[in-house]
C-alpha cells in the first residue's frame, strides 16, 4: 500500500534539506548579504559612493544608494542581487533528483504518479521559501553595519521601521512566488532524464538562455511571455501607491507556467 500525502512529503523534504549541495547552495545564497553589505560599508568608509554606474533601469544600485542611509535597503540590494542567477539556480536542485534514486524511475512504478510529483514540488516550493530567508541574513547584516529608522520609499513617501518590515516580508514572498514557473519547470525536465548532472544543467542552461533572451530589444514580442521577464516587479511594492500591474503579470505568469509544465510532468 502507498504511503499518504504527508509522510511522503515529509521524507522528500528531508532528502532535499540534508543534501549536501543544498546546504551549500543556501551558504552561498547567505554570503550575498554579508558580501554586498562589506563591500558597501567600506565603499563608503572611503569616502566613495554607490551605485554611480548604475544602470538607468537597475534596482540593484538604486536600492544600495539607500543601504548606508538604512539598514533595511540591504534586504532590497540582496534580493535583487540574488533573484536574476542565485535563486533561480538553486531550483536545479529538484532537477538533481535523478542522482538520489532518479525520478523518471521513481514515476514509472505504481505509487501514484499525482502524489508524487506534488510531493516534490511542495517541497520545491519550501526550498524556494527558505532560500529567500537570505532577506533575515540581509536584515542582520544590515542592522550591525548600518542605521535602522524610517524608511523612504522609492516614490519619496516615508513611512516607520514596522511598516518597512512588513513591506520586506511581502517582497521576500513575491520573490519565492516568482520562483513558481521555473520550479515546475524544473520538476517536468527531472521526469526526462535518469542523470541528475543532465537535469540540472539543462534547466540552469534553460535559465542562462532565457536571460539573454530577455536582455534582446529585437526579441521584445516574447519578452512578457518569459518566465524571468517580470522578476524584478517586487521594487514595485516600495512605491505609495503600490504598483500592481506588472506583480500581478509576475504571479499570473508563473501561475501558467505551473499549469503548462506541470501538466507536463
Not at 533528483?97 to 504518479?113: C, F, Q
Not at 520586506?168 to 514557473?181: E, I, Q, R
Not at 543532465?198 to 530589444?217: E, F, K, S, W
Request: net charge neutral; with cysteine; hydrophobic share 55%.
Amino acid at each position: 500500500m502507498c504511503c499518504g500525502p504527508w509522510p511522503l512529503f515529509r521524507s522528500e523534504l528531508g532528502i532535499t534539506f540534508h543534501r549536501w549541495r543544498t546546504l551549500a547552495l543556501l551558504a552561498v545564497l547567505a554570503a550575498v548579504p554579508i558580501l554586498v553589505g562589506i563591500a558597501v560599508k567600506i565603499e563608503t568608509s572611503d569616502g566613495g559612493t554607490i551605485g554611480d554606474g548604475g544602470g538607468s533601469n537597475g534596482e540593484g544600485p538604486a536600492f544600495l544608494t539607500q543601504v548606508t542611509n538604512n539598514g533595511i535597503f540591504l534586504v532590497f540590494a540582496s534580493l535583487a542581487a540574488t533573484l536574476p542567477v542565485f535563486l533561480p539556480m538553486a531550483i536545479g536542485v529538484i532537477a538533481g533528483e535523478a542522482s538520489a534514486g532518479t525520478l523518471r524511475y521513481l514515476l514509472v512504478a505504481p505509487a501514484g504518479r499525482t502524489r508524487l510529483l506534488l510531493a516534490k514540488y511542495a517541497t520545491t516550493l519550501v526550498f524556494c521559501l527558505v532560500a529567500t530567508t537570505v532577506a533575515l541574513v540581509a536584515l542582520g547584516v544590515g542592522a550591525v553595519l548600518f542605521p535602522l529608522g524610517d524608511v523612504t520609499l522609492i516614490s519619496g513617501t516615508r513611512i516607520s521601521f514596522a511598516e518597512a518590515m512588513v513591506l520586506a516580508a511581502a517582497v521576500g514572498g513575491v520573490v519565492a512566488l516568482s520562483l513558481v514557473g521555473m520550479a515546475a519547470l524544473g520538476l517536468f525536465i527531472s521526469t526526462l532524464t535518469n542523470s541528475g548532472i543532465a537535469a540540472m544543467a539543462a534547466t540552469v542552461g534553460l535559465l542562462i538562455t532565457v536571460q539573454i533572451l530577455d536582455r534582446i530589444p529585437q526579441l521584445h514580442v516574447i519578452h512578457p511571455y518569459l518566465f524571468s521577464h517580470y522578476w524584478l516587479s517586487f521594487a514595485d511594492l516600495l512605491r505609495d501607491p503600490i504598483y500592481w500591474d506588472e506583480i500581478v503579470k509576475n504571479l499570473g505568469l508563473q501561475g501558467l507556467y505551473l499549469a503548462v509544465f506541470g501538466s507536463a510532468a
